[in-house]
């Protein structure tokens, strides 16, 4: 299992090694739970991780309908199979990488429904030291799905309660490991 806490250079770069390390592996399981997304070019870096094939994963757009194209594609990214685990506090990146799993069905996201928190925006300072994030881009998926206030529904949805967290047990984890011992990765169908 790989956790990518952030899309983030340091950590882009760190899961980068780790898939170049396991490119033989027959699958890996990428938990982006608490997840917070981060930078978009780190996010390009981590698709085509995972994305062989040239393709258009969706698009930032700006008020005034102008888009920003989201494409991935490496010859040389991880062939095996892919679970994607995520939790209401998988965000933004941690999100257009997850949805892009699903939508693709090149892998199955296992978990929690996300935050539904994409829209891409910029800090700005105001007066007396206080300061607004104001969104200043949407997105939508290659499929047309907005993915802000909605999340990312888990394709199997586990939700761990407080006796798992008492007694130290992560029953998202243990559900990847039982797709990953049936050997298949079912995907639902939609």
């Known amino acids: 299992m790989q956790r990518l806490t952030r899309f983030q ?18 699958a890996i399981v990428l938990d982006l739970r608490h997840n917070p997304g981060g930078d978009p070019n780190v996010l390009k870096k981590v698709l085509n991780l995972f994305f062989a094939e040239k393709m258009s994963i969706g698009a930032f757009s700006d008020r005034k309908g ?28 941690a999100e257009v990488f997850t949805k892009a799993v699903q939508e693709t069905r090149r892998g199955i996201v296992v978990g929690q429904t996300s935050g539904g928190q994409v829209l891409a925006g910029e800090n700005y300072k105001l007066p007396s030291g206080f300061g607004i994030y104001m969104p200043i ?54």
């Not at 250079?9 to 033989?24: D, E």
């Open 66 to 93: 102008k888009e920003f194209k989201l494409e991935a594609g490496n010859k040389s990214a991880f062939k095996g199979r892919l679970i994607v685990l995520i939790d209401n506090y998988s965000h933004s990146a």
């Open 9 to 26: 250079p340091a950590p882009g770069n760190w899961l980068a090694a780790q898939v170049a390390a396991n490119a033989a592996a027959p």
């Open 137 to 190: 881009l949407d997105y939508r998926t290659a499929k047309g799905a907005r993915i802000e206030g909605h999340g990312v529904q888990p394709d199997i949805g586990v939700t761990p309660t407080a006796k798992d967290y008492q007694e130290n047990k992560d029953p998202v984890l243990e559900r990847a490991r039982q797709l990953l011992r049936e050997r298949l990765i079912p995907i639902p169908r939609r």
